[in-house]
């Protein structure tokens, strides 16, 4: 498996509220966690933070001591105990009050890969050739565009396009989305914050990934990390922005 993460505050921001983490400490299984925090000062990045490294504790944890339990279930229950966490620290703290953030996680094992997501952060996956978003966004464009009031275009330039509608910590319980897909040898994943899904379409996201469906190295699959980074840059940077890769590799490599 080849990884690589990047984040940047962007050109605008004063803070960084992205947060990341990855756990690759027991193969073949594999953690992926991007996380984009709100709350005014420091909140935001604090319940970044929070969701990154609860969600890995908490997995990391159950790979030890639940061995014959479903994926599924140990990134469900990690995301809900990222949420307690946000959510106490906010009640402890008048500075942390309505902090909150979105999530998207990724536990790669075997040929699957799990995804769990609340908010608008995202999860891209290149399989037999095809990028497709494999998450669906928590956000009010992206609702009015399920229902027809909002085309892809018009959401895009939507006031409003920044509203989530689930995140984590804001309330008293959350429950994420979580799906499974099939992850082969040569297939790529991409998670992101919207810092880059707001300003970089599908298309082009597509023609950066498509080489790296025959990535050698580990050079090559940071190279395109840092070029994600750098077109959302390009684009004025308007936002944080943070970029998570991994690559399967083919035959004994794929690990």
Same mark, same amino acid.
């Given at each position: 498996?080849?990884?690589?993460?990047?984040?940047?505050?962007?050109r605008?921001?004063?803070?960084?509220?992205?947060?990341?983490?990855?756990?690759?400490?027991?193969p073949?299984?594999?953690?992926?966690?991007?996380?984009?925090?709100?709350?005014?000062?420091?909140?935001?990045?604090?319940?970044?933070?929070?969701?990154?490294?609860?969600?890995?504790?908490?997995?990391?944890?159950?790979?030890?001591?639940?061995?014959?339990?479903?994926?599924?279930?140990?990134?469900?229950?990690?995301?809900?105990?990222a949420?307690? #966490?946000i959510?106490?620290?906010?009640?402890?703290?008048? %500075?942390? !009050?309505?902090?909150?953030t979105? =999530? /998207?996680?990724? $536990? &790669?094992?075997?040929?699957?890969?799990?995804?769990?997501?609340?908010?608008?952060? #995202?999860?891209?996956?290149?399989?037999?050739?095809q990028? %497709?978003? !494999?998450t669906?966004?928590?956000? =009010? /464009?992206a609702? $009015? &565009?399920?229902?027809?009031?909002?085309?892809?275009?018009?959401?895009?330039?939507?006031?409003?396009r920044?509203?989530v509608?689930?995140?984590?910590?804001?309330?008293?319980?959350?429950?994420?989305? /979580?799906s499974?897909?099939?992850?082969?040898?040569?297939?790529?994943?991409?998670?992101?914050?919207?810092?880059?899904?707001?300003l970089?379409?599908?298309?082009?996201?597509?023609?950066?990934?498509?080489?790296?469906?025959?990535?050698?190295?580990?050079a090559e699959?940071?190279?395109?990390?840092?070029?994600?980074?750098?077109?959302?840059?390009?684009?004025?940077?308007?936002?944080?922005?943070?970029?998570?890769?991994?690559?399967?590799?083919e035959?004994?490599?794929?690990?």
């Open positions: 498996m080849l990884l690589a993460v990047r984040s940047h505050i962007g605008v921001r004063h803070m960084n509220q992205d947060s990341f983490a990855v756990w690759a400490e027991q073949p299984l594999c953690l992926l966690v991007v996380a984009d925090g709100m709350g005014g000062a420091s909140a935001g990045e604090v319940a970044s933070r929070l969701a990154a490294e609860t969600v890995t504790a908490t997995v990391a944890e159950a790979c030890r001591m639940q061995p014959h339990s479903q994926p599924e279930e140990w990134l469900r229950s990690a995301v809900q105990a949420n307690r #966490r959510w106490e620290e906010a009640r402890s703290s008048q %500075a942390y !009050v309505g902090m909150g979105t =999530l /998207v996680a990724a $536990l &790669v094992y075997g040929e699957q890969v799990v995804l769990a997501h609340v908010g608008d952060s #995202r999860a891209y996956l290149l399989h037999d050739g990028l %497709a978003q !494999v669906a966004d928590h956000s =009010l /464009v609702e $009015l &565009v399920r229902r027809g009031q909002l085309t892809e275009e018009e959401a895009l330039h939507h006031p409003q920044h509203i509608t689930r995140s984590l910590g804001t309330a008293e319980f959350a429950d994420p989305d /979580v499974c897909h099939p992850f082969a040898a040569r297939d790529v994943l991409l998670l992101c914050t919207d810092g880059l899904s707001n970089v379409g599908l298309d082009e996201l597509s023609a950066r990934l498509q080489p790296l469906q025959t990535a050698a190295a580990q699959v940071e190279q395109a990390a840092e070029e994600l980074v750098a077109l959302a840059l390009d684009r004025g940077g308007p936002d944080n922005v943070t970029v998570a890769l991994a690559v399967r590799r035959g004994r490599d794929a690990e």
